[in-house]
C-alpha cells in the first residue's frame, strides 16, 4: 500500500499543476527576455536571464496573487533559462517546482528541486537559478520584516540574529505535509478565484498560518528554540524585566533598574534571562533597540516615517557609538543601516 505522505505529495503536485490562474492575473507574458528580466526585477531583486539554448525562442507567463503581506507567483518558463540574482536583502522567496525543475546554485552548492520539492533562499546571499524542461514554478515571497517580528512573538524575545532557513537540499513535501498543503490552499483561493482569503481579517489569520508553518516546519536556525513555548516557561521577574525594557527602551536602563523593578536580586534576574531566554538582560535590551531602530528606517524607506538623520535615530535608541552601533547592527540583521534605507 502506497504511504500517505507519498500520496500527499503525488495528489498536491497533480492538483497544482491542473489549476490555471484566470486572466485578471496574469502578471505579463513576453517573448522578450528583457521585459521579463525587468518586470520581474521590480518584483524580486535585478537579476539577469540567460537562454541556455539559443537556437530556441524564449516565452514566459507570470501570475501574481496576495494574502496579505504574502505575494503568490506562479511563473512558466517555456525554454532552458539560467536566472543569475543579488541578494533579495528584503525578502525570503520559497521555490516550488510544479513541472520541470529546478536547479539552485548558491555558496558553492548545486541542488537540483523537482516536483514533490521545494527550497527556501535567504535574504543575504546571491544565488543562480536554472529553470529547465518548461519549468512551471510557484514562488512565495515572504516579507523579512513581517517575519522577523513574528519569529520574536513565538520566541518571546527578540532574535539574536538574522533568520536563515538551512539551504544544502531541497525539502520533500511529506516532510512538510502542513505547509504544502497550505500553499496548495492559497494557490487555489487565489488562482481559482474564491478569494476565501481575500478580506483584511482572513488574510491576516492565513498570513500568520503560514509564517508559522513555514518557521516550524521548515529547518532554520531558530529550529531548536521553535520546539519549545519559551514565552510560557518563564518566571514572573522574567516577564516583568522584559515588560519594563519594552516600555522604557528608549531610557538609559541598568541591572540595578530592572532588579528593582522585577523584585528580584541581580544575579537570579541575569541567570532568569540566560536559562529562559538564552540571553542576558543587557544584550536583550540592545536587540530590542535596534529592532526599534530598524522599524524606523524600514518606515522611512516606505515613505511611512518622515526621513531623519541615522545618528539621531541610533541616539533616540540610546547608541551612542556609531561604529559599535552599526556592527551590532550587521550583525543582527545581515546588513548596515544603510542598506536597510536603500533595500537594493
Not at 490552499?185 to 482569503?197: K, N, P, R, W
Not at 519559551?230 to 519594563?244: G, M, T
Not at 538582560?281 to 515613505?303: H, Q, T, W, Y
Request: charged share 25%.
Amino acid at each position: 500500500m502506497q504511504h500517505t505522505s507519498s500520496i500527499l505529495g503525488d495528489e498536491t503536485s497533480n492538483s497544482l499543476a491542473a489549476r490555471l490562474p484566470a486572466s485578471q492575473f496574469m502578471l505579463f507574458e513576453t517573448d522578450n527576455p528583457n521585459l521579463a528580466r525587468h518586470r520581474l526585477t521590480d518584483e524580486f531583486a535585478p537579476h539577469q536571464i540567460d537562454l541556455k539554448n539559443k537556437s530556441k525562442d524564449f516565452r514566459t507567463i507570470a501570475y501574481k496573487g496576495q494574502v496579505a503581506d504574502i505575494t503568490l507567483y506562479r511563473i512558466r518558463y517555456c525554454s532552458d533559462v539560467t536566472i543569475s540574482s543579488g541578494p533579495l536583502r528584503g525578502y525570503y522567496l520559497l521555490y516550488l517546482p510544479i513541472t520541470g525543475r529546478i536547479r539552485v546554485e548558491s555558496k558553492g552548492r548545486l541542488i537540483d528541486i523537482l516536483p514533490g520539492e521545494f527550497f527556501v533562499v535567504n535574504p543575504f546571499d546571491p544565488y543562480i537559478l536554472h529553470k529547465m524542461d518548461d519549468c512551471v514554478q510557484l514562488t512565495l515571497k515572504f516579507d523579512r520584516t513581517n517575519l522577523e517580528v513574528y519569529l520574536n512573538s513565538l520566541l518571546g524575545h527578540s532574535p539574536m540574529g538574522p533568520l536563515s532557513f538551512k539551504s544544502d537540499r531541497a525539502l520533500k513535501f511529506k516532510n512538510c505535509e502542513n505547509l504544502v498543503r497550505l500553499i496548495s490552499l492559497f494557490d487555489a483561493d487565489l488562482f481559482d478565484g474564491s478569494a476565501m482569503l481575500n478580506d483584511e481579517i482572513s488574510g491576516g489569520i492565513a498570513e500568520k498560518l503560514m509564517s508559522d508553518m513555514l518557521l516550524r516546519q521548515v529547518p532554520n536556525n531558530y529550529s531548536d528554540n521553535l520546539s519549545i513555548n519559551q514565552s510560557s516557561l518563564a518566571p514572573y521577574y522574567v516577564k516583568k524585566a522584559e515588560e519594563y525594557i519594552r516600555k522604557y527602551a528608549h531610557k538609559p536602563i541598568s541591572m540595578s533598574n530592572l532588579a528593582a523593578v522585577s523584585d528580584i536580586s541581580e544575579r537570579a534576574l541575569y541567570d532568569g534571562f540566560r536559562k529562559y531566554r538564552d540571553t542576558t538582560p543587557m544584550s536583550f535590551i540592545k536587540n530590542i533597540r535596534l529592532d526599534r531602530v530598524r522599524a524606523e528606517l524600514i518606515g522611512i524607506r516606505c515613505g511611512a516615517t518622515p526621513r531623519r538623520k541615522l545618528t539621531e535615530i541610533a541616539g533616540d535608541w540610546c547608541f551612542s557609538h556609531m561604529g559599535n552601533f552599526s556592527k551590532d547592527y550587521k550583525r543582527k540583521f545581515g546588513e548596515t543601516p544603510t542598506k536597510t534605507l536603500s533595500n537594493n
